[in-house]
Protein backbone atom coordinates (compact mmCIF):
# COMPACT_ATOMS: atom_id res chain seq x y z
CA UNK A 1 0.00 0.00 0.00
CA UNK A 2 1.27 3.87 -0.60
CA UNK A 3 1.29 5.97 2.63
CA UNK A 4 -2.21 6.89 2.78
CA UNK A 5 -3.13 10.64 2.21
CA UNK A 6 -5.08 12.42 5.44
CA UNK A 7 -7.33 14.72 5.54
CA UNK A 8 -6.36 16.87 8.49
CA UNK A 9 -7.26 18.98 10.05
CA UNK A 10 -10.46 16.96 10.00
CA UNK A 11 -13.79 19.56 8.16
CA UNK A 12 -16.36 20.41 10.27
CA UNK A 13 -20.01 19.94 9.23
CA UNK A 14 -22.93 21.82 10.84
CA UNK A 15 -26.03 20.22 11.71
CA UNK A 16 -29.87 22.28 11.07
CA UNK A 17 -33.15 21.22 12.72
CA UNK A 18 -36.33 23.13 14.27
CA UNK A 19 -35.18 21.74 17.33
CA UNK A 20 -31.48 23.57 17.64
CA UNK A 21 -33.07 26.43 16.15
CA UNK A 22 -36.24 26.20 19.14
CA UNK A 23 -33.34 25.93 21.59
CA UNK A 24 -31.23 28.79 19.78
CA UNK A 25 -28.41 26.22 19.93
CA UNK A 26 -25.47 25.73 17.18
CA UNK A 27 -24.18 22.35 16.57
CA UNK A 28 -21.56 21.22 14.42
CA UNK A 29 -19.81 17.96 13.98
CA UNK A 30 -16.18 17.38 13.42
CA UNK A 31 -16.03 15.24 11.04
CA UNK A 32 -12.80 12.71 12.22
CA UNK A 33 -14.76 9.83 10.40
CA UNK A 34 -13.28 11.75 7.05
CA UNK A 35 -9.70 11.69 7.95
CA UNK A 36 -8.89 8.17 5.95
CA UNK A 37 -11.01 5.46 5.00
CA UNK A 38 -9.39 2.88 7.03
CA UNK A 39 -7.53 4.49 9.37
CA UNK A 40 -10.30 6.75 10.60
CA UNK A 41 -11.15 8.85 13.39
CA UNK A 42 -9.68 8.96 16.81
CA UNK A 43 -7.76 5.19 15.56
CA UNK A 44 -5.67 7.39 13.64
CA UNK A 45 -5.09 10.35 15.93
CA UNK A 46 -3.95 7.84 18.72
CA UNK A 47 -1.54 5.61 16.52
CA UNK A 48 0.04 8.37 14.89
CA UNK A 49 2.29 9.40 18.16
CA UNK A 50 2.90 5.68 18.81
CA UNK A 51 3.90 5.00 15.10
CA UNK A 52 6.97 7.49 15.81
CA UNK A 53 7.66 5.92 18.90
CA UNK A 54 7.90 2.55 17.40
CA UNK A 55 10.29 3.75 14.72
CA UNK A 56 12.36 5.57 16.76
CA UNK A 57 12.87 2.16 18.79
CA UNK A 58 13.32 0.68 15.64
CA UNK A 59 11.03 -1.84 16.25
CA UNK A 60 9.62 -3.85 13.47
CA UNK A 61 6.77 -5.44 14.73
CA UNK A 62 3.78 -4.11 16.49
CA UNK A 63 1.54 -6.32 19.04
CA UNK A 64 -2.24 -5.21 20.23
CA UNK A 65 -5.55 -6.87 21.40
CA UNK A 66 -9.12 -6.64 20.55
CA UNK A 67 -12.27 -8.15 19.48
CA UNK A 68 -13.83 -9.41 15.94
CA UNK A 69 -15.16 -5.90 14.99
CA UNK A 70 -12.31 -4.09 16.81
CA UNK A 71 -11.99 -0.31 14.78
CA UNK A 72 -8.54 -0.50 16.73
CA UNK A 73 -7.38 -4.07 15.70
CA UNK A 74 -8.64 -2.52 11.81
CA UNK A 75 -7.10 0.77 12.00
CA UNK A 76 -3.51 -0.97 13.56
CA UNK A 77 -3.25 -3.38 10.33
CA UNK A 78 -3.74 -1.41 7.51
CA UNK A 79 -1.46 1.28 9.80
CA UNK A 80 0.87 -1.62 9.96
CA UNK A 81 0.84 -2.51 6.08
CA UNK A 82 1.04 1.03 5.24
CA UNK A 83 4.40 2.14 7.31
CA UNK A 84 5.71 -1.25 6.82
CA UNK A 85 5.53 -2.67 10.52
CA UNK A 86 4.62 -6.48 11.45
CA UNK A 87 1.35 -6.54 13.24
CA UNK A 88 -0.15 -9.23 15.80
CA UNK A 89 -3.19 -9.03 16.77
CA UNK A 90 -4.46 -11.15 19.85
CA UNK A 91 -8.12 -11.33 19.41
CA UNK A 92 -10.47 -11.85 22.14
CA UNK A 93 -12.49 -15.32 21.83
CA UNK A 94 -12.11 -18.89 19.83
CA UNK A 95 -10.77 -19.01 16.77
CA UNK A 96 -14.29 -18.95 14.53
CA UNK A 97 -15.14 -21.10 11.30
CA UNK A 98 -15.43 -17.76 9.43
CA UNK A 99 -13.66 -14.60 10.39
CA UNK A 100 -15.82 -11.18 10.80
CA UNK A 101 -15.60 -8.84 8.09
CA UNK A 102 -13.06 -6.68 10.30
CA UNK A 103 -10.71 -9.64 10.92
CA UNK A 104 -10.31 -10.43 6.52
CA UNK A 105 -9.95 -6.95 6.20
CA UNK A 106 -7.10 -7.31 9.36
CA UNK A 107 -5.31 -10.50 7.68
CA UNK A 108 -5.45 -9.35 3.70
CA UNK A 109 -3.25 -6.51 5.17
CA UNK A 110 -0.58 -8.89 7.24
CA UNK A 111 -1.89 -9.59 10.74
CA UNK A 112 -1.37 -12.44 11.80
CA UNK A 113 -4.03 -12.94 14.06
CA UNK A 114 -3.79 -15.14 17.21
CA UNK A 115 -6.90 -15.87 18.97
CA UNK A 116 -7.20 -16.38 22.90
CA UNK A 117 -10.30 -17.55 25.02
CA UNK A 118 -12.17 -14.72 27.09
CA UNK A 119 -10.29 -16.04 30.23
CA UNK A 120 -7.05 -15.44 28.99
CA UNK A 121 -7.92 -12.36 27.47
CA UNK A 122 -9.12 -10.65 30.47
CA UNK A 123 -5.23 -11.83 31.76
CA UNK A 124 -3.82 -9.84 29.20
CA UNK A 125 -1.79 -6.93 30.68
CA UNK A 126 -0.14 -9.26 32.95
CA UNK A 127 3.38 -10.25 33.55
CA UNK A 128 2.71 -13.68 33.22
CA UNK A 129 0.51 -13.22 29.59
CA UNK A 130 3.17 -10.72 28.44
CA UNK A 131 6.00 -12.76 28.64
CA UNK A 132 4.57 -15.56 27.27
CA UNK A 133 3.54 -13.28 24.30
CA UNK A 134 7.77 -12.18 24.24
CA UNK A 135 8.49 -15.63 23.91
CA UNK A 136 5.81 -16.62 21.14
CA UNK A 137 6.60 -13.68 18.91
CA UNK A 138 9.62 -12.38 19.87
CA UNK A 139 10.38 -8.60 20.14
CA UNK A 140 7.71 -6.20 19.25
CA UNK A 141 6.32 -2.90 20.13
CA UNK A 142 3.23 -3.20 22.76
CA UNK A 143 -0.49 -1.08 21.67
CA UNK A 144 -2.36 -1.33 24.62
CA UNK A 145 -6.13 -2.68 23.95
CA UNK A 146 -8.23 0.53 22.56
CA UNK A 147 -4.62 1.76 21.32
CA UNK A 148 -4.67 3.70 24.52
CA UNK A 149 -1.69 5.14 26.21
CA UNK A 150 -0.19 8.20 26.73
CA UNK A 151 1.20 8.94 23.54
CA UNK A 152 -2.27 8.27 22.15
CA UNK A 153 -3.65 11.22 24.36
CA UNK A 154 -1.48 13.29 22.86
CA UNK A 155 -2.28 12.65 19.43
CA UNK A 156 -6.15 13.38 20.70
CA UNK A 157 -4.77 16.64 22.10
CA UNK A 158 -4.34 17.75 18.50
CA UNK A 159 -7.89 18.10 17.96
CA UNK A 160 -8.44 20.85 19.90
CA UNK A 161 -5.07 22.56 18.26
CA UNK A 162 -7.23 22.05 14.89
CA UNK A 163 -10.45 24.48 15.92
CA UNK A 164 -10.67 27.75 14.94
CA UNK A 165 -13.44 28.59 16.18
CA UNK A 166 -14.96 28.79 20.04
CA UNK A 167 -17.18 26.31 21.49
CA UNK A 168 -19.05 26.39 24.72
CA UNK A 169 -19.15 22.51 25.18
CA UNK A 170 -17.46 19.68 23.20
CA UNK A 171 -19.22 16.24 23.18
CA UNK A 172 -16.80 12.83 23.14
CA UNK A 173 -18.22 9.32 23.12
CA UNK A 174 -15.84 6.99 25.48
CA UNK A 175 -14.66 3.90 25.57
CA UNK A 176 -11.71 3.88 27.21
CA UNK A 177 -11.42 6.93 27.79
CA UNK A 178 -8.26 8.02 25.83
CA UNK A 179 -9.82 10.42 23.49
CA UNK A 180 -11.50 12.44 26.38
CA UNK A 181 -8.75 12.93 27.91
CA UNK A 182 -6.51 13.92 25.11
CA UNK A 183 -9.82 16.57 24.26
CA UNK A 184 -9.47 17.33 27.85
CA UNK A 185 -5.62 17.80 28.37
CA UNK A 186 -5.69 20.18 24.88
CA UNK A 187 -8.65 22.45 25.90
CA UNK A 188 -7.53 26.13 26.37
CA UNK A 189 -10.81 28.16 26.87
CA UNK A 190 -13.49 27.26 29.36
CA UNK A 191 -15.01 25.24 27.41
CA UNK A 192 -16.96 22.29 28.81
CA UNK A 193 -16.44 18.80 27.76
CA UNK A 194 -19.03 16.50 27.80
CA UNK A 195 -18.00 12.98 27.30
CA UNK A 196 -20.61 9.65 26.90
CA UNK A 197 -20.13 6.28 27.83
CA UNK A 198 -20.53 4.12 25.99
CA UNK A 199 -20.38 0.88 28.63
CA UNK A 200 -22.96 -0.18 31.39
CA UNK A 201 -21.26 0.31 34.89
CA UNK A 202 -19.08 2.89 33.33
CA UNK A 203 -18.35 4.89 37.07
CA UNK A 204 -14.71 3.08 36.38
CA UNK A 205 -14.60 5.63 33.80
CA UNK A 206 -13.91 8.91 35.37
CA UNK A 207 -11.43 7.39 37.60
CA UNK A 208 -9.77 6.32 34.91
CA UNK A 209 -9.72 9.55 32.87
CA UNK A 210 -8.72 11.31 35.79
CA UNK A 211 -5.58 9.12 36.28
CA UNK A 212 -4.69 9.75 32.55
CA UNK A 213 -4.69 13.28 33.24
CA UNK A 214 -2.74 13.48 36.53
CA UNK A 215 -0.35 11.15 35.00
CA UNK A 216 -0.23 14.01 31.91
CA UNK A 217 0.10 16.93 34.33
CA UNK A 218 -3.31 18.34 33.16
CA UNK A 219 -5.57 20.20 35.71
CA UNK A 220 -8.30 21.21 33.66
CA UNK A 221 -11.58 20.06 35.79
CA UNK A 222 -14.50 21.35 33.45
CA UNK A 223 -15.43 18.24 32.28
CA UNK A 224 -17.87 15.34 33.41
CA UNK A 225 -19.30 12.25 31.77
CA UNK A 226 -22.71 10.97 30.99
CA UNK A 227 -23.40 7.57 31.56
CA UNK A 228 -27.38 7.61 31.02
CA UNK A 229 -27.07 6.41 26.98
CA UNK A 230 -25.29 3.12 26.92
CA UNK A 231 -28.32 1.41 25.42
CA UNK A 232 -27.76 -1.98 27.62
CA UNK A 233 -23.86 -1.79 27.34
CA UNK A 234 -20.99 -2.05 25.09
CA UNK A 235 -22.08 -2.96 21.52
CA UNK A 236 -25.61 -3.69 22.40
CA UNK A 237 -28.11 -1.54 20.69
CA UNK A 238 -31.96 -1.20 20.36
CA UNK A 239 -34.04 -0.31 17.67
CA UNK A 240 -34.62 3.09 18.55
CA UNK A 241 -31.14 3.73 18.30
CA UNK A 242 -31.12 2.50 14.81
CA UNK A 243 -34.19 4.68 14.04
CA UNK A 244 -32.46 7.80 15.03
CA UNK A 245 -29.21 6.71 13.07
CA UNK A 246 -31.64 6.11 10.14
CA UNK A 247 -33.18 9.34 10.37
CA UNK A 248 -30.12 11.49 11.44
CA UNK A 249 -28.21 10.34 7.80
CA UNK A 250 -31.94 11.44 5.99
CA UNK A 251 -31.95 15.00 7.67
CA UNK A 252 -28.23 15.71 7.99
CA UNK A 253 -25.93 13.22 5.53
CA UNK A 254 -24.35 12.04 7.72
CA UNK A 255 -23.72 8.46 8.38
CA UNK A 256 -23.48 7.35 12.36
CA UNK A 257 -22.66 3.67 13.91
CA UNK A 258 -24.33 2.11 16.99
CA UNK A 259 -21.30 1.37 19.13
CA UNK A 260 -20.69 5.02 19.85
CA UNK A 261 -21.34 8.00 17.47
CA UNK A 262 -25.33 6.67 17.39
CA UNK A 263 -25.31 6.69 21.11
CA UNK A 264 -23.70 10.21 21.30
CA UNK A 265 -25.86 12.20 19.21
CA UNK A 266 -29.13 10.01 20.73
CA UNK A 267 -27.80 11.83 23.89
CA UNK A 268 -26.96 15.33 22.74
CA UNK A 269 -30.42 15.51 21.58
CA UNK A 270 -31.68 13.87 24.13
CA UNK A 271 -30.09 16.51 26.02
CA UNK A 272 -31.40 19.32 24.24
CA UNK A 273 -34.91 18.05 24.36
CA UNK A 274 -34.21 18.18 28.32
CA UNK A 275 -32.83 21.45 27.88
CA UNK A 276 -29.54 20.41 29.38
CA UNK A 277 -27.62 23.23 27.34
CA UNK A 278 -27.58 27.14 27.78
CA UNK A 279 -29.47 29.07 25.09
CA UNK A 280 -27.24 30.01 22.26
CA UNK A 281 -24.52 27.91 22.92
CA UNK A 282 -22.31 26.32 20.41
CA UNK A 283 -22.02 22.90 20.70
CA UNK A 284 -18.93 20.36 19.20
CA UNK A 285 -19.32 16.53 18.61
CA UNK A 286 -16.51 14.82 17.74
CA UNK A 287 -17.75 12.23 15.34
CA UNK A 288 -14.72 9.32 15.66
CA UNK A 289 -14.98 7.46 12.48
CA UNK A 290 -15.22 3.55 13.32
CA UNK A 291 -17.84 3.06 10.81
CA UNK A 292 -16.49 -0.32 9.89
CA UNK A 293 -17.88 -1.65 12.69
CA UNK A 294 -21.34 -0.71 10.69
CA UNK A 295 -20.48 -4.43 9.19
CA UNK A 296 -21.01 -6.25 12.37
CA UNK A 297 -25.25 -5.34 12.65
CA UNK A 298 -27.10 -6.97 9.49
CA UNK A 299 -28.94 -4.08 8.53
CA UNK A 300 -31.45 -4.52 6.01
C1 LIG B 1 -12.38 3.57 19.68
C2 LIG B 1 -13.49 4.52 19.43
C3 LIG B 1 -13.97 5.37 20.46
C4 LIG B 1 -13.49 5.28 21.87
O1 LIG B 1 -12.32 5.96 22.08
P1 LIG B 1 -11.62 5.93 23.52
O2 LIG B 1 -10.44 6.78 23.34
O3 LIG B 1 -11.26 4.50 23.78
O4 LIG B 1 -12.58 6.42 24.52
C5 LIG B 1 -14.97 6.26 20.13
N1 LIG B 1 -15.49 6.32 18.90
C6 LIG B 1 -15.06 5.52 17.91
C7 LIG B 1 -15.71 5.61 16.58
C8 LIG B 1 -14.05 4.60 18.14
O5 LIG B 1 -13.62 3.80 17.15
Redesign the pocket.
Known sequence: MAIPTLQLPSPITQIFSPLLDARQLQLFIKRD?LIHPVI????WR?LKYNLQQAKKEQQSCLLTFGGAWS??IHATAAAGNYFGFKTIGIIRGESPPTLSATLQDAQDWGMQLHFVNREQYRHKTEADFMAGLRQQFGNFYLLPE???NTL?MQG?AEIIDELTEPYDVLC???????????VICGNKDQTQVL?FS?LKGGDFLSPQVQSMLDKAHCHYHNWQINKDYHFGGYAKTTPALFEFMETFKLDHGVQL?P???GKMFYGIFDLIKKGYFKQGSRILAL?????Q?LRGYNLD
Open positions: DSGNKKNHGGSACVDCGTGTTLAGGVEVYSHGGGLG
